[in-house]
């Protein structure tokens, strides 16, 4: 089944506020409302919806950091119903498609995860995202060269 990104439109908001991870994991994620807030007064972000086929089943939010002045994954998000199957792994391919595609002037992209998110962890491991040596909110900061 092809993957794809889809831009967030009010047509698909409600599917989208809809997706819930599993309850272990909700400690880890913001709620997809709290992101689609930030996005809706911070043009610099990108919301996507994640879908498999025309079937939604996640949420990722990129966007350029004014700061960083570089990219950043500030979500990224599988439906409960649609762990285990593949999806984050090709989400985040096609996620760092499109930032590639923007042509950054600055060729990392950054992340942050806490660090009891093991799967997390592993998942942006396994793709190259490394940690950067510094701790925010908590979370551990990863980078990736593109």
């Not at 570089?70 to 930032?99: F, S």
């Not at 998110?117 to 990736?144: H, K, M, Q, S, W």
């Amino acid at each position: 089944m092809t993957l794809t990104l889809r831009p967030v439109t009010r047509a698909t908001l409600d599917a989208v506020l809809a997706l819930q991870v599993t309850e272990p994991q909700r400690g880890f994620v913001a709620p997809n409302i709290l992101s689609m807030a930030q996005a809706a007064v911070m043009p610099q972000l990108c919301p996507r919806g994640v879908y498999a086929g025309e079937t939604l089943v996640g949420f990722a939010l990129y966007g350029l950091d004014p700061e960083e002045q570089a990219y950043c994954i500030d979500r990224l998000m599988i439906d409960a119903a649609y762990q285990g199957l593949g999806y984050g792994c090709g989400a985040l391919h096609l996620l760092m498609a499109e930032i590639r595609a923007q042509r950054p002037a600055r060729p990392v992209v950054y992340l942050s995860v806490l660090p009891d998110n093991a799967a997390a962890i592993a998942l942006y491991t396994r793709f190259g995202f490394v940690p950067d040596g510094r701790t925010v909110d908590g979370e551990t900061v990863y980078r990736f060269q593109l």
